[in-house]
């Protein structure tokens, strides 16, 4: 079975598997009438389908294959992913939405009690609860934080690019791969450099040589005042709401960061709201800059 991210009977599962399965035997069928390159540009990027149409062939038979077994898989692969996503928003345009199976009221109560009869019949929420997340979608801002700041992906937002080079063109894979070669390389320079912590003061040591020793006591308060004012000084090329959403985001972050004790979980989550907007600063380099800068020092406290 397909994942369904809802806390429902089994049976329920079983019957969301089946409706999905009508989904992809109707592709299945009407790629053969016509033809899968056809057919096909409707799910997939056409970088995507010139070089592995083979491979989108072989995953939407994969996928029908799953609806019809009782395995319960815990989640996708984002190339299986983009592939269920887009047959489905496929099907609901080109179908009756009341061509599939009703699951029936007494299987749609969840595990609090309560009933989701109508939001589980409804077939456009499909998208929601057969998804955790939607990161398949975001290819080029995934990407674009990995070569601005790919620690921040890793660490805090916990995304493998790796997972994701399926879906991307071809010679931003080749980019990437030799990005990861430099890194490697950077990395293992870095291999004999030894980092202690005492309290407050970090210390490194390079090659048994001398120790130097830097003071982390607290939140440097005239560097932040410099990268807010950074910001704040060039948001306006933005629109109004995705200047709004930063200056959120910077007014969230400044308040945490004040505090005597920080939480990470706070920080963390202005590092993932800080994200997107790396993308939408593309066009401004000192706001992007500066938006990098932030990323780098709430790092420090988390």
Same mark, same amino acid.
């Given at each position: 079975m397909?994942?369904?991210?809802l806390?429902?009977?089994r049976?329920?599962?079983?019957?969301i598997?089946k409706?999905?399965g009508?989904?992809?035997?109707?592709?299945?069928?009407?790629?053969e009438?016509?033809s899968?390159?056809?057919?096909?540009d409707s799910?997939?990027?056409s970088?995507?389908?010139d070089?592995k149409?083979?491979?989108?062939?072989?995953?939407?038979?994969?996928l029908? /294959?799953?609806?019809?077994?009782?395995y319960?898989r815990?989640?996708?692969?984002?190339f299986?992913?983009?592939t269920?996503?887009?047959?489905?928003?496929w099907?609901?345009?080109?179908t009756?939405? /009341?061509?599939?199976?009703?699951?029936?009221?007494?299987?749609?109560?969840d595990?609090?009690g309560?009933?989701?009869?109508g939001?589980i019949n409804?077939v456009?929420?499909?998208?929601e609860?057969?998804f955790?997340d939607w990161?398949?979608?975001?290819?080029e801002?995934?990407?674009?934080?990995?070569?601005? /700041?790919?620690?921040l992906l890793?660490?805090?937002?916990?995304?493998d690019?790796?997972?994701?080079?399926?879906?991307?063109?071809n010679?931003?894979?080749?980019?990437?791969?030799?990005?990861?070669?430099?890194?490697?390389?950077?990395?293992?320079g870095r291999?004999n450099m030894?980092?202690?912590?005492?309290?407050g003061?970090?210390?490194?040591?390079?090659?048994n040589? /001398?120790?130097n020793?830097i003071?982390?006591?607290g939140?440097?308060?005239s560097?932040?005042?410099?990268i807010i004012?950074?910001?704040?000084?060039?948001v306006?090329?933005?629109?109004?709401?995705?200047?709004?959403?930063?200056?959120?985001i910077v007014?969230?972050?400044k308040d945490?960061l004040?505090k005597?004790?920080?939480?990470?979980?706070?920080?963390r989550?202005?590092?993932?709201?800080?994200?997107?907007?790396?993308?939408i600063?593309?066009?401004?380099p000192v706001?992007k800059?500066?938006?990098?800068?932030?990323?780098?020092?709430?790092?420090r406290?988390?």
């Open positions: 397909l994942p369904v991210y806390e429902v009977p049976e329920a599962k079983k019957i598997n409706n999905v009508y989904m992809f035997e109707l592709l299945k069928c009407t790629c009438g016509l899968y390159a056809d057919v096909l799910i997939y990027l970088y995507i389908l070089i149409l083979e491979k989108c062939v072989q995953t939407i038979k994969e029908y /294959n799953m609806t019809q077994d009782n319960e815990e989640a996708l692969a984002p299986y992913e983009w269920l996503f887009h047959t489905i928003l099907w609901l345009d080109v009756d939405e /009341n061509d599939l199976d009703e699951i029936p009221r007494k299987y749609c109560t595990k609090s309560e009933d989701r009869y939001y409804n456009k929420n499909y998208i609860f057969l955790q990161d398949f979608l975001d290819l801002i995934i990407y674009s934080i990995y070569k601005n /700041n790919p620690e890793e660490s805090f937002l916990y995304i690019v790796e997972n994701y080079l399926e879906l991307m063109p010679d931003i894979v080749k980019e990437y791969q030799a990005m990861k070669e430099r890194r490697k390389s950077s990395m293992d291999s030894t980092f202690n912590i005492t309290g003061q970090i210390n490194i040591a390079k090659d040589g /001398n120790v020793a003071q982390n006591n939140t440097n308060t560097e932040l005042a410099d004012k950074g910001i704040m000084e060039n306006h090329g933005l629109d109004n709401e995705n200047a709004d959403k930063i200056k959120d007014e969230l972050a945490e004040n005597p004790e920080p939480k990470s979980s706070r920080l989550n202005c590092l993932t709201l800080i994200a997107p907007m790396l993308t600063a593309n066009g401004i706001l800059e500066n938006l990098l800068k932030l990323s780098d020092f709430i790092m406290y988390v």
